[in-house]
């Protein structure tokens, strides 16, 4: 399969890329830095540079052509500011998300955050406006007719991997290593399970599989 990760360059999507190329498909990874394409190429991925921030749906979706799915991975950063929280973290998934309809790319997994339907509205602290994008992001993805699955993270960790996790509409708050999220994103790709769905996602004692098979 073609699957083309916006926020190529992250972490989550680097260790996805190199996931899904082991098992034999084709990721491409969305950056905006050319510099960058070494690395994502070491990953196995194809880079393919382009700015969400400076698209729009006719180019974007020219992009997606042909591809099996599209993952939203990208994140404006923890020192970017409070409007790009809105310009990437909120716009930049409903960008991929229309432009995935527009192409014809019915599956699509969005990296969110745990909890992110409690933001204070009329707070303009950069971590409220942070919830506030994800979960303005994931409402208007939900409002789609794509075969969105929705994944809600705890506290991010390079910890190693163990394959053991819990999911839920909503769970205890905890954290996760970023390969796991990377490997329940590679397997709702793989299988196509859970779909319009949205579940929190942290540290458990389910394998992956089994897990996602349970929603």
Not at 48 to 77: N, R
């Amino acid at each position: 399969m073609r699957i083309v990760i916006a926020g190529g360059h992250g972490k989550i999507a680097m260790i996805l890329s190199s996931q899904l190329s082991v098992a034999g498909h084709h990721p491409v990874g969305i950056i905006r830095n050319a510099a960058h394409a070494a690395e994502l190429k070491a990953t196995g991925a194809e880079p393919l540079v382009l700015d969400l921030e400076q698209s729009d749906v006719e180019h974007l979706s020219t992009a997606l052509a042909g591809a099996d799915a599209v993952v939203f991975a990208a994140g404006a950063g923890p020192n970017s500011g409070a409007e790009r929280k809105l310009t990437v973290d909120r716009d930049g998934a409903i960008l991929l998300a229309n432009a995935a309809v527009a192409a014809g790319v019915r599956r699509m997994i969005v990296v969110s955050a745990i909890g992110t339907d409690d933001f204070d509205a009329d707070s303009d602290d950069q971590m409220q406006v942070y919830l506030r994008a994800k979960s303005e992001a994931d409402a208007a993805v939900r409002a789609t007719d794509l075969d969105y699955t929705i994944v809600r993270p705890g506290g991010l960790t390079d910890d190693e991997p163990t394959g053991l996790v819990t999911v839920g509409e909503t769970v205890e708050r905890g954290n996760i290593p970023r390969a796991d999220v990377a490997a329940v994103i590679a397997q709702l790709i793989e299988d196509g399970s859970a779909p319009r769905t949205q579940f929190e996602l942290v540290s458990g004692s389910t394998p992956i599989a089994s897990a996602l098979h349970e929603l």
